[in-house]
C-alpha cells in the first residue's frame, strides 16, 4: 500500500536558518505529492504540491522537488521566521493526481522557530 | 474564501452513546468530502469519502456501521460515531473538495473535532 514517511519533529531553529524536512513515499501509481502546513489552531493548508517526477511546487519561500528516482519530496527553505511555526505534513494521492481523491499523510513535523 | 468549519470542536461523551460531527463547506460547494481521523503523534488516516447524494465509500478495516456518513446537501457532511467506546476516541478532521474556479480540485481542511469517550 502506498506510505510517507517523514522526519518527526520537533525541529527547533534559529529565525533566518535553512530548513529541511526529509519526506519519502511508497506507491504503486504515480502519486501526486504535497505539502500541508497546520497552524495552531487552524485546519490544514495546502503549502504546495507537484503532480509530477521532476516538478517544484513553491510558495511563500518553501519549496519541494518531486524526485522520482529517490522517492522523495522534501520541504526546504532558505530563510525560515517565527510565523512559520506550524506542523506540516506531506501526502500523497494517487488516484487520479492533482489531490483528487483523498489523501496518504505523514505523521507530521511540529517546525518551531526561535527569534 | 474555502473555508470548511466543523461542530463541535470537542466533545466528550459515555461510553455507548453517539456522537454526530458536522462538517460544512462556508462559502462553496463540496460534492465530495472526506473524512479523516489522528491519533496522538499519528498521521491523517482517511477513513471514508462522502459523496453528496449517495453512500459513502469506506477505507479498508473501518466499520461502516459504526461511523456512519451522511452527506445530504452540498455544503454538508456529517459523521455520526455510533456506540462509542474509549477506543473511538481521537481527532477527527473533514476536509471538502472545491470543483469551481481556481481551486479546482482541491481539498480544504476543517480545524477537526476532539473526541474523548468516558
Known amino acids: 500500500g502506498n506510505s510517507v514517511t517523514q522526519m518527526e519533529g520537533p525541529v527547533t531553529l534559529s529565525e533566518e536558518a535553512f530548513l529541511t524536512i526529509n519526506c519519502t513515499y511508497t506507491?504503486?501509481?504515480?502519486?501526486?505529492l504535497f505539502w500541508y502546513v497546520q497552524y495552531p489552531g487552524e485546519g490544514l493548508q495546502l503549502l504546495l504540491k507537484?503532480?509530477?517526477?521532476?516538478d517544484k511546487g513553491s510558495n511563500k519561500g518553501f519549496e519541494a522537488t518531486y524526485r522520482k528516482e529517490t522517492t522523495s519530496f522534501h520541504l526546504e527553505k532558505g530563510s525560515v521566521q517565527v510565523s512559520d511555526s506550524a506542523v506540516y505534513f506531506c501526502a500523497l494521492s494517487d488516484r487520479g493526481g492533482g489531490g483528487a481523491d483523498g489523501l496518504t499523510f505523514g505523521k507530521g513535523t511540529h517546525l518551531i522557530i526561535q527569534p | 474564501g474555502a473555508v470548511v468549519s466543523q461542530h463541535p470542536s470537542w466533545v466528550i461523551c459515555k461510553s455507548g452513546t453517539s456522537v454526530k460531527i458536522e462538517c460544512r463547506s462556508l462559502d462553496f460547494q463540496a460534492t465530495t468530502m472526506f473524512w479523516y481521523r489522528q491519533f496522538p503523534k499519528q498521521s491523517l488516516m482517511l477513513m471514508a469519502t462522502s459523496n453528496e447524494g449517495s453512500k459513502a465509500t469506506y477505507e479498508q478495516g473501518v466499520e461502516k456501521d459504526k461511523f456512519l456518513i451522511n452527506h445530504a446537501s452540498l455544503t454538508l457532511s456529517t459523521l455520526t460515531v455510533t456506540s462509542a467506546h474509549p477506543e473511538d476516541s481521537s481527532f477527527y478532521i473533514c476536509?471538502?473538495?472545491?470543483?469551481?474556479?481556481?481551486?479546482?480540485?482541491?481539498?480544504?481542511f476543517g480545524p477537526g473535532t476532539r473526541l474523548t469517550v468516558l
Open positions: 476536509s471538502a473538495r472545491d470543483r469551481t474556479g481556481s481551486s479546482y480540485n482541491e481539498q480544504f
Open positions: 507537484a503532480t509530477k517526477a521532476d
Open positions: 506507491a504503486t501509481g504515480y502519486p501526486s
